[in-house]
């Protein structure tokens, strides 16, 4: 079976332990980097990163486009959202329908 887990600073992602997803806290940007390649070879399917930390991550999160599984969300964190998630919901429903819907 398929997993959910979030990877983000620790005032960001503690309350998801709350509803059973997979708290992965770092603080460095490596840590991310390993964090994302170690859920997604044990099967994550969804994989949530605070925007904060996917700015420095871009070439990490790219790889796994293209892939099936894991699935790379970015959430906002505490300190506010920097609209990178939302730009790339943006560009994806583009790439589907070919014109931006939203």
């Known amino acids: 079976m398929h997993k959910i887990g979030v990877i983000g600073d620790k005032d960001s992602v503690l309350a998801f332990k709350a509803i059973g997803v997979d708290v992965f806290p770092v603080v460095e940007v490596e840590e991310a980097r390993k964090a994302i390649d170690r859920l997604a070879r044990n099967e994550y399917a ?3 990163i605070t925007e904060q930390l996917a700015q420095h991550l871009e070439e ?12 790379i969300i970015l959430i ?5 959202s920097l609209n990178i998630g939302k ?8 790439k589907a329908v070919g014109v931006n819907i939203l």
């Open 46 to 48: 969804v994989i949530f």
């Open 76 to 80: 906002p964190s505490n300190q506010g």
């Open 60 to 71: 990490t999160i790219e790889r796994y486009t293209r892939e099936l599984l894991p699935s």
């Open 87 to 94: 730009k790339r919901v943006s560009d994806n429903v583009e």
